[in-house]
């Protein structure tokens, strides 16, 4: 064991002092001893508390979990080039699109929406309504794709089975 003592280093009996001086010096040195061994074997198992080699002997299977669910997270954690280019390119529409839409909003109307021609026909006008009502779900939508906090439903569960429906029985009149 680590934390043993070995029978080389355990204290010798010594023989009994005559005098009471000599019995506490005794006792002073096998005191002394004492506290050289035990902050000996604390450096020692201390050492082996902190060794990941001793606990990988020790707990191999708790070790190899450790071992991948630190994977796992550095994995998750860091961000790979393909999403750091297409966060990039994200960021970029976005302030284009801002700027043009800054823009827009210099032109248009005093009731805030864009002249449409007198000619334009009836499917022209209701498209033009319509991007004006979506758009600020178009933008908020680039903006938390930017940001990162993407909500994603849940994949859905493998486990469910679909089970068959049976009409309702029906009831006499």
Known sequence: MAGTTPPSAAPK???KPGTESQF????????QRAISRTISL???NAGHGVDPRVWTRAHPIVALGAAAAGGFLAVNLMPSAQQRELRKSLRKSFDE?????????????SNGH???PKKAGLLSQVMHELMIIVRPAIITAISTAIAGNRHEPPPPSENVTEQPTEPPPETPL
């Open 114 to 116: 864009h002249d449409v």
């Open 42 to 44: 604390l450096g020692t």
């Open 24 to 31: 506490l010096q005794q006792q002073a040195d096998e005191a």
């Open 97 to 109: 699109l801002k700027q043009e839409i800054a823009g827009d909003a210099a032109k248009a109307g």
């Open 13 to 15: 009996t010594p023989s």
